[in-house]
Nanobody, 127 residues
Framework: VQLQACGGGLVEAGGSLMLSCAAS????????AAWFRQAPGKEREFVAA????????LYGDSVKGRFTISRDNARKTLYLEMNSLKPEDTAVYYC?????????????????????WGQGTQVTVSS
């Protein structure tokens, strides 16, 4: 599986962005997926995760209520809708995927859970 993230950019505080992550390979519909981010000088942190079917989601405390993770398995694409952006959301955002089975309804929040990673897309929020 290869992941290609895009959609980052420069936005003013309070604005919105939609990130996309396109997956190659035939197993994406069976993959749990997530977004992580890494700000300069900080460790990579969990943002949001979703099950393979999209039935369950999980969010980091800092983005809860502002960000929405979703997926379109027919398009093999993962999304992150980001609203009410703050300067502290500035980071490189990475998408990640993990092979699961269809009946697995767990969401995964640890970096070590994930098998595949995209290259990252920069999000910069100006104050």
């Amino acid at each position: 599986v290869q992941l290609q993230a895009c959609g980052g950019g420069l936005v003013e505080a309070g604005g919105s962005l939609m990130l996309s992550c396109a997956a190659s390979g035939s197993t994406f519909s069976l993959d749990a997926a997530a977004w992580f981010r890494q700000a300069p000088g900080k460790e990579r942190e969990f943002v949001a995760a979703i099950t393979s079917t999209g039935s369950r989601t999980l969010y980091g405390d800092s983005v809860k209520g502002r960000f929405t993770i979703s997926r379109d398995n027919a398009r093999k694409t993962l999304y992150l809708e980001m609203n009410s952006l703050k300067p502290e959301d500035t980071a490189v955002y990475y998408c990640a995927a993990k092979h699961t089975i269809l009946s697995d309804t767990r969401v995964f929040a640890l970096q070590s859970d994930y098998d595949y990673w995209g290259q990252g897309t920069q999000v910069t929020v100006s104050s």
